[in-house]
Every structure is written in structure tokens, then in C-alpha cells.
């Protein structure tokens, strides 16, 4: 068994990896390696904001995924608790709209865009073995036969399940459960389609993102308090319908909607590794930090995580000096996150008497002057989220 050698090696063939393959195969050597022979449909992330839209940008990947089957959306409605309509382009940092696409489509669009600029690719292939260290080392199962590769750097974008994260040992931080997110993908459904539409009502919040091909994908997110069950399988489509409808989605919306894909839940609460970087072994997307899907920042972060360490990497020849430069960037983004999210969920979803009572000191402000609201999730997380703007969105100022 031979030892092949490159620059990079990445784990995860997904948004995250390929993205990173993509900008890193015209200057290093790249070897890009992915379980899955084919990519399928799941319940995951399908709604790029407007502040990952500018990092796909960056990446120069918006393109690409665009074309699965994306659609941008200039306008957000909101309805129930902080009923109003947003202009994303005029009113967000980057001015670019939220675009919606296929999970799938556009992960074999990059896949094949991160090979076609030079990268390695090894597919199916299922890593076995992490060796940290200077020299990383990783052992890899493909068509029956092992290899041996060694690399300068070693990135796990291996997912919310990382095993990457497992096999080095990082230090793994978990959010006590609160929401969990239940999501469908659907045709036939009678939702606007010329914008992304959410209702929020105390305990549940329904968000709908049309895409192209007459596609929504359909998500509600709940809060334990008001059910504490998962909704999972083509049997719970009636109760995942009655959930929406008390958020307050109209119930013509799911009238003749047909479920074009699984429907499954899972669980929202945050879990992150507080500096994804160690022994010649980084962490991006999923993998370095799985956020509450119920805010959808996971594909702009995993984005994010993909341009900030592609820009170390090409910053200097000291590449653990990089990816720890990147590290400490991740975990100060993924804070101001974190602790926007936890607000949010705290004022708009957590039911009970005292989260009523600071709804009825909160929302009127909020309703008369929208700018209360911190606008990290919008707008990205270089806005920042400090104690003052706690205090002004709590209407505690």
C-alpha cells in the first residue's frame, strides 16, 4: 500500500468541500474525497441569504448554483408576530437577494466544477482512518482497495456528523434541545411563489422557499414545549400541514400539494466545536458548527468557512499559522450567530407566560421600528450582536 501525497485533503464532497476544492485546485494540489456515489434528497438547508448569496459570490459558486434549480427572492413576507414585507436587496448589507435551489443538483454541479478545475476526486469512498500531526494522514476505502494519502492540511466537511470531528477528538459543544425542524419538499403547492413567505406564532414558526420547476420546500420549526415528537415519514404529512396552519399558514397553500421528497425532523439545537482547528486537522460547514436550522444560516456559514479558509491558505506558506488564523475567525463569526439565533428563539418561540411578557414589551417597539431588530441572520455576522443590541431588541433600553 503506497502513499499518495497532496496539499489539501478534504473529506466531503457536499456544499462546504466542494466549494473549498473549487477555489483551492488552480493552486495546490487537491484531493477531494465523498461517501456518497450519488447525492439524494434529504431534509437539510435549500435557502441561501443574502449574506451567503455574497460568499458564493466570493467563491465564484453562485453561478453554479443558480442552476440547480435555484430561484432568487428580493422579497421576504413575514406573517403572525412581525407581520411585514422586507426588501432583501435594498435593506441587507451585501443588496443581494436569498436564493433558493436543489441540495442535491447543486452538489453534483460543484462536485463536477471542483474536478473539472483540477481536483483529485475519489467517489465512492469512505475514509477510515485520521492520523493528525504535521504531516496529516488519512486512510481511505475505494472500489475494494486501500490508500494511504498524506497531506499538508487535512479539512473535515463531513457534516453535521463529522467523522472527522470524531476521529481527531475535537471538543464538541451542544445548545440544551429547544426546536426541533421538520421539512418536505413539495410540488402542487398553491404558496406565492414570487417570494419567500414565513408565519411565526409563539412555539412555531413555517417557512415556505419556492424553487424553480414548481418545487417549495416546506419546513416548520417548533418549539419542545408545544410538541415533542418528531414529525417523520409520508404518514405525518397531515399533522406537519396542521402545524403550519397554526403558525399561520393558510390551509389552501398545501391544497393539492403532492410530497416530491422525504419528510423528516430533526433536532435544532446548536452543536459546535469552539475552535475547529488542531494537529494539521480544520473543520468547516457542518462539521466545524451546526446551527438551529430554524434561522437557516448553515449553508452561509458553511460557505463562509470554505472563502475565509481558502483566504488564509493563499495568504502565506505557513499553513498551520492559516488554518488557525481561520479557526479564530470561525469561532467569532459563528458567536455573533449564536447568540442572535438564541435571542430570536428566546423572544419569538419560547412559549410560556414570561416569554409573553417580554413579547409585550418587545414587539411594539419592534413593530413601530424594525431596525430592533439585530440583522446578523440577514445580513451576516460582520453586523456584530452586542449586549446593546440585546438590550434594544429585548425593548429593555
Not at 77 to 96: C, M, P, W
Not at 323 to 331: D, I, M, P, V
Amino acid at each position: 500500500m503506497g502513499l499518495d501525497r497532496y496539499d489539501l485533503a478534504i473529506i466531503g464532497g457536499g456544499i462546504a468541500g466542494a466549494s473549498l476544492a473549487i477555489a483551492m485546485a488552480p493552486h495546490a494540489r487537491v484531493l477531494l474525497v465523498e461517501r456518497e456515489a450519488e447525492y439524494r434528497d434529504r431534509v437539510r438547508g435549500e435557502a441561501l441569504l443574502s449574506w451567503g448569496a455574497a460568499e458564493a459570490r466570493g467563491l465564484d459558486v453562485y453561478t453554479r448554483l443558480r442552476e440547480a434549480r435555484g430561484v432568487e427572492h428580493n422579497i421576504w413576507r413575514f406573517g403572525g408576530i412581525n407581520r411585514r414585507e422586507r426588501d432583501l436587496v435594498a435593506t441587507t448589507k451585501s443588496h443581494l437577494p436569498m436564493l433558493a435551489f436543489n441540495h442535491p443538483e447543486a452538489q453534483e454541479r460543484l462536485f463536477d466544477a471542483a474536478v473539472a478545475a483540477g481536483a483529485q476526486a475519489m467517489r465512492p469512498a469512505i475514509v477510515r482512518e485520521i492520523v493528525p500531526g504535521r504531516s496529516p494522514r488519512i486512510r481511505i476505502d475505494s472500489d475494494g482497495s486501500t490508500l494511504q494519502v498524506e497531506a499538508r492540511l487535512v479539512v473535515g466537511a463531513d457534516g453535521r456528523s463529522s467523522f472527522t470531528r470524531r476521529a481527531v477528538g475535537f471538543d464538541v459543544r451542544r445548545d440544551r434541545p429547544r426546536m426541533r425542524v421538520a421539512g418536505v419538499l413539495l410540488s402542487g403547492a398553491s404558496c406565492p411563489t414570487d417570494s419567500v413567505t414565513s408565519h411565526l406564532e409563539p412555539g412555531r414558526y413555517s417557512f415556505l422557499f419556492p424553487q424553480g420547476g414548481g418545487r417549495v420546500r416546506a419546513y416548520i420549526s417548533y418549539h419542545a414545549g408545544v410538541l415533542d415528537r418528531p414529525l417523520t415519514g409520508s404518514e405525518a404529512f397531515s399533522e406537519f400541514v396542521a402545524e403550519s396552519e397554526f403558525a399561520g399558514v393558510p390551509a389552501e397553500w398545501f391544497a393539492g400539494a403532492r410530497i416530491d421528497g422525504p419528510l423528516a425532523t430533526f433536532d435544532g439545537a446548536d452543536a459546535y466545536v469552539p475552535l475547529p482547528y488542531r494537529d494539521g486537522v480544520a473543520l468547516v460547514g457542518d462539521a466545524a458548527a451546526t446551527s438551529d436550522p430554524t434561522w437557516g444560516q448553515g449553508l452561509s456559514l458553511a460557505l463562509r468557512d470554505a472563502r475565509v479558509l481558502r483566504d488564509a491558505l493563499l495568504g502565506g506558506e505557513d499553513w498551520d499559522v492559516a488554518s488557525l488564523a481561520y479557526a479564530h475567525e470561525h469561532a467569532r463569526c459563528f458567536d455573533v450567530v449564536h447568540s442572535v439565533e438564541d435571542w430570536f428563539t428566546d423572544l419569538m418561540l419560547t412559549p410560556g407566560a414570561e416569554a409573553d411578557r417580554r413579547r409585550a414589551r418587545a414587539m411594539p417597539l419592534i413593530m413601530k421600528d424594525p431596525t430592533r431588530i439585530p440583522d446578523a441572520l440577514h445580513s451576516g455576522p460582520e453586523v456584530g450582536a452586542d449586549e446593546a443590541a440585546r438590550r434594544r431588541f429585548f425593548g429593555e433600553d
